[in-house]
């Protein structure tokens, strides 16, 4: 789940998450030799500050004009992934990359200039940390990076697992680990021969990718890539990792009680030979190829009782027989119904919303904005069941997010920080409640489930809400260790096992080898997606919901709020989002929420009853991994 609306926060071969650019500027003469466009800069513009501010507009309009047809390119590849388009992405991302590193470089000079204004002071800001993916000045090493990114993105579109020996597709194994009627036998198959086939094939060009982009990263100041990636978060990268392990731990011990709870279900489900009654949990027992949702399993640990919700998502999506474009309707009525203006036309008409039968693609879902302005698109492989029925919901939050800035400089055509990005649509997806299925009449008033179904509904949400945390915190740990060199590249896959035993609790279903590369089976760690938004988006839209209800007077259970068809919401929602990143995060999180921290409260308040209820349900069983 990503988005793509070209400004500027993220690497070429991630261009679904935003065109984070990077190669030497070329203002006057467009795209003269590298060198002689270094030397004109400061001539062109002189380092003062109407020469800063005259430089910040060139690189925009630069960016503005170079965006469009990279957008049009890297669709074009996203969606079918061939040698021609393969090599088209290639080539416009080494350009991009020169782009923005030259940028980048010369926007440092400009910064020390004093007396700017402080709009041009962010924008330069912005430029110096904002290259995702940075190449060094010397030859062909942006074309060199370019081309590892391109390959790695392709090598994981194209990527295979088995199941009972025959050859499965990335986007049907995922479907298959949350297919209760699996063996742990092909579980533990599915999953090593996904990470052994995706991931061990990368760690070469992995190693070496890394390599360059630090020097990139160092030749613009930065101790590494990971420093740099800390950086665009308004405070020091080093305030910025410890505000996120302060959030952790507000959510941890609500993490290890579900943990705990689950493991001792999975062990009566199992047995002591498949999962153990102490310790890690076996990952490929939680319905999802990387244990970062466990909602698949769902029907294996829900509570006697409360444990039938009384409706099932996914039968209410069958019984009404809604095709991919129905349900992506479904999610643009929500957005009407907070007074947002319909879905243009070219929407509909754009958008891959299931996976061609003819071709391969990147079924990974993502956002798109191909012009800035009103080019919106969803690019999806839609199957009729919840999980992406709230995953469209997810993706038109961005969607209506880049459309509410889309009257922003160029520079701050994203959101205020990452996090928030991912957390609209999801915030939105907290409000599909019972109530709110009988309100848009997919579900009967006599199918509400009663207030005894609470602890049902909770730990429902929590498999995935809750279970998804400690993965989305460790998955940038993890890369920050490679780019700082804390961790080499011989011990690249045991670290990766090491973390997710530390943070997450899980254990993998077979030894992995020395030489593997298992996060390489992750599509955002190919695709160089920095993934510490998701973690902040899942408290981010907690935060969010919680305003939002309070907002439309909402004074019962927290959990059962549902805004749909409150206006008086959309309009102070849309006072945030059409910000973008014009002002610091804390800014626009006080323009909709009154705080100005981010936090994990939320989260804790609204699943409060069924912490409840898991410490009842663990009581005289070990805590803990």
């Known amino acids: 789940m990503k988005l793509t609306n070209l400004s500027l926060k993220a690497s070429a071969a991630a261009l679904a998450i935003s065109l984070c650019a990077a190669s030497a500027p070329a203002f006057a003469e467009a795209h003269e030799e590298a060198g002689a466009s270094e030397a004109s800069a400061e001539t062109q513009f002189p380092l003062t500050p109407e020469g800063a501010a005259d430089f910040v507009a060139a690189v925009e309009a630069e960016y503005a004009e170079f965006s469009v047809t990279f957008g049009h390119v890297s669709w074009l590849q996203a969606t079918n992934i061939n040698h021609d388009s393969n090599t088209l992405a290639s080539q416009y991302g080494a350009e991009l990359t020169l782009m923005g590193v030259g940028f980048a470089t010369e ?7 004093e007396g700017l204004d402080p709009d041009v002071a962010r924008k330069l800001n912005m430029l110096r940390y904002s290259v995702g993916l940075p190449a060094p000045a010397r030859d062909g090493a942006a074309e060199e990076l370019s081309q590892i990114a391109t390959d790695l993105g392709a090598q994981y579109g194209q990527g295979r697992g088995t199941l009972n020996g025959e050859e499965i597709n990335g986007s049907d194994i995922e479907a298959e680990m949350g297919n209760l009627e699996r063996t742990p036998e092909e579980l533990a198959e599915m999953w090593a021969s996904w990470h052994d086939n995706v991931g061990a094939p990368m760690r070469e060009d992995y190693t070496r990718m890394v390599g360059i982009a630090n020097e990139g990263a160092q030749e613009l100041g930065f101790d590494d890539l990971g420093t740099m990636w800390r950086s665009g978060y308004d405070m020091s990268p080093e305030e910025f990792a410890a505000e996120t392990e302060r959030m952790w731990q507000e959510v941890k011990p609500l993490y290890v009680a579900l943990h705990t709870y689950v493991r001792r279900k999975l062990n009566e489900h199992y047995g002591d030979e498949v999962q153990s009654a102490t310790g890690p949990i076996r990952a490929d027992l939680l319905g999802n190829m990387w244990a970062q949702e466990w909602g698949n399993i769902y029907p294996l640990v829900a509570p006697e009782g409360a444990g039938d919700i009384g409706y099932d998502l996914t039968d209410l999506i069958t019984e009404r027989e809604l095709d991919a474009v129905e349900m992506t309707r479904v999610g643009e009525q929500f957005f009407s119904s907070l007074g947002f203006e319909p879905l243009p036309d070219t929407f509909w008409e754009r958008s891959q919303f299931v996976k061609p039968a003819d071709r391969e693609v990147v079924c990974h879902a993502s956002a798109w904005n191909i012009d800035n302005i009103d080019d919106l698109r969803i690019k999806m492989c839609i199957r009729p069941n919840a999980d992406d029925f709230i995953t469209i919901h997810h993706e038109l939050g961005h969607n209506y997010y880049q459309r509410a800035y889309n009257n922003q400089d160029f520079l701050y055509l994203t959101g205020a920080n990452d996090g928030f990005h991912e957390a609209i649509g999801d915030m939105i997806a907290l409000s599909i409640t019972p109530e709110y299925l009988v309100q848009i009449g997919m579900l009967e008033e006599s199918q509400v489930p009663s207030e005894d179904k609470d602890i049902g509904l909770l730990l429902r949400q929590a498999m995935d809400k809750v279970a998804f945390l400690p993965f989305g915190l ?42 593997g590369f298992d996060p390489g089976a992750k599509y955002h760690v190919p695709g160089n997606v920095s993934y510490t938004r998701y973690f902040l988006a899942r408290l981010l839209q907690f935060q969010f919901y919680k305003a939002a209800c309070d907002q439309a007077g909402w004074e019962g259970p927290l959990h059962r709020c549902s805004f749909y068809g409150n206006e008086e919401v959309g309009e102070n929602l849309n006072a945030m989002l059409e910000l973008g990143a014009s002002v610091p995060w804390p800014d626009a999180l006080e323009a909709f929420t009154g705080e100005r921290q981010m936090n994990g409260t939320a989260m804790v308040e609204y699943f409060a009853p069924l912490m409840e209820w898991l410490e009842e349900q663990n009581e005289g069983h070990e805590a803990g991994w």
Do not use: C, H, M
Request: charged content about 30%; aromatic content about 14%.
């Open 474 to 515: 460790l998955v940038d740990r993890y890369r920050w260790s490679l780019f700082d060199g804390s961790v080499a590249p011989e011990d690249y896959n045991s670290a990766w096992t090491d973390l997710r035993l530390e943070y997450q609790g899980i254990t993998p279903p077979v030894e992995r080898p020395a030489d």
């Open 107 to 113: 926007a440092a000079k400009y910064a020390e200039v």
